[in-house]
Every structure is written in C-alpha cells, then in structure tokens.
C-alpha cells in the first residue's frame, strides 16, 4: 500500500505561515486532497486536487504537490485554524485510498 | 448532508450493519466511502462503492470481513461488518466523493456513527 507521511505537529504563533508537508514517493503524479479535522466537528475538505479551494475555504489555505512532497500552506494563521490535518491520495496500484497519519497543528 | 446510524456496542466476533443517508444532492452520481477513526488514533480509509453498478474496492484489513453496499432508490450507503474484533472499535464515517471516481475527494462527510467491540 501507498505511503503518506506528515509530521505529527507544527506549531505557529497567530498571523504567521503554517506549512504542513505530506512525503510520498513520487506523488507529484498524484491527485492530493487534504482535510481538517476539530473535535466534535465535521471532517472538512480544505484543498482539493493539489491547490483547489473548495467553495467557502479562506484564501489563506492554499495547496502544492512537487516532486516527493505535497504542502498545505495556511498564511495568516487564526486560532480557529488550530486543528488535526490529514493529506490523502487514490492509489491506483493498489486500489485504495492512503491518508497520511495526521498533524495537529497548534496555534501558539 | 450525510448521516450514519446503526452503531452499538457488539461482542468480538460479532456482525453489525451502518447505514448512511445522504440528501441535497443526486445520490447516484456519487461514489461514496466508509473511513473510520479509532481512538486517538488517524483517519482509516474502509471501502469505495461505485456510484453505479457494483464496483468496490476495500482496505487490506477489511477484505473479506466488510461488505458495502448502496440502494441508489433510497439514498443509503451501507457497511456490512462481520467478525469484529476489538481493534474495530471506531467512529465510522460515511463520505460522499465530489464524483464517481475513486480519486475524487471527499467533499461531504457525515458525524459519523460509533462502534463499540467490547465482550
């Protein structure tokens, strides 16, 4: 099965840039998809397919996919932005869906 | 939205069926997913049903033990889950995908129902 790896935290200070990265080999030819996960809430869609923003996402959230690592990148960051956040990819060589492990971002 | 139901407390080796209703949008133009997450634990993707026809696909350690299912006439995804063991014990999530590709994104999620495997 298809590997995807993040780092368990991030921590950044309010109106700074969070950078969440999601290693997996070659998955520059993968379609990236990432979710943000708060206690008690839905799971939310915040980038699709590589940089896509879904209707209603801040544009603070953006997305990129190059080579070995794809980054979700929220600029200006907000205390609400403080939550668990998961990248995830189709593998077609074994038909399954891969989700990285998670990380929990912290709003310092 | 999407909502699950059927969760429960059952015994290791038993069976329990999840249901999921989806509305506000066309139910069959959507392949759907089961992803569940366990206690302090990551997001675990369960199975892929096709919006039509009868494709599935299914996580390694689902193979054989889970079986999804939809009924486009009622709008309801479902998880068939037989011999659970005590490593099942998750909150299962039903999640509509943004097409009838399996590398579509999960754009709609439902709260998720929560299953217990305790003797």
């Known amino acids: 099965s298809y590997i995807l790896t993040q780092p368990p935290s991030v921590s950044v200070a309010p109106g700074q840039t969070a950078r969440i990265s999601c290693g997996g080999k070659d998955i520059e030819g993968r379609s990236v998809h990432w979710f943000q996960l708060k206690p008690g809430q839905l799971p939310l869609l915040v980038i699709s397919h590589d940089s896509d923003r879904p209707s209603g996402i801040p544009e603070r959230f953006s997305g990129s996919n190059s080579g070995n690592t794809a980054t979700l990148t929220i600029s200006r960051v907000e205390a609400a932005d403080e939550a668990d956040y998961y990248c995830q990819v189709w593998d077609t060589t074994s038909d399954q869906v891969a989700f990285g492990g998670g990380t929990k971002l912290t709003v310092l | 939205q999407m909502v699950e139901s059927g969760g429960g407390v059952v015994r290791p080796g038993g069976s329990l069926r999840l249901s999921c209703e989806g509305s506000g949008f066309k139910f069959e133009d959507h392949a759907m997913h089961w992803v569940r997450q366990r206690p302090g634990k990551g997001l675990e993707w369960v199975s892929f049903?096709?919006?039509?026809?009868?494709?599935?696909y299914y996580g390694d350690s689902f193979k054989g033990r889970f079986t999804v299912s939809r009924d486009n006439t009622k709008n309801s995804l479902y998880l068939q889950m037989n011999n659970l063991g005590i490593e099942d014990t998750a909150l299962y999530h039903c999640?509509?995908?943004?097409?009838?590709?399996?590398?579509?994104?999960?754009?709609?999620w439902g709260r998720g129902t929560l299953v217990t495997v305790s003797s």
């Open positions: 049903v096709a919006g039509v026809g009868t494709l599935t």
């Open positions: 999640a509509k995908a943004q097409g009838w590709n399996p590398s579509a994104a999960f754009d709609l």
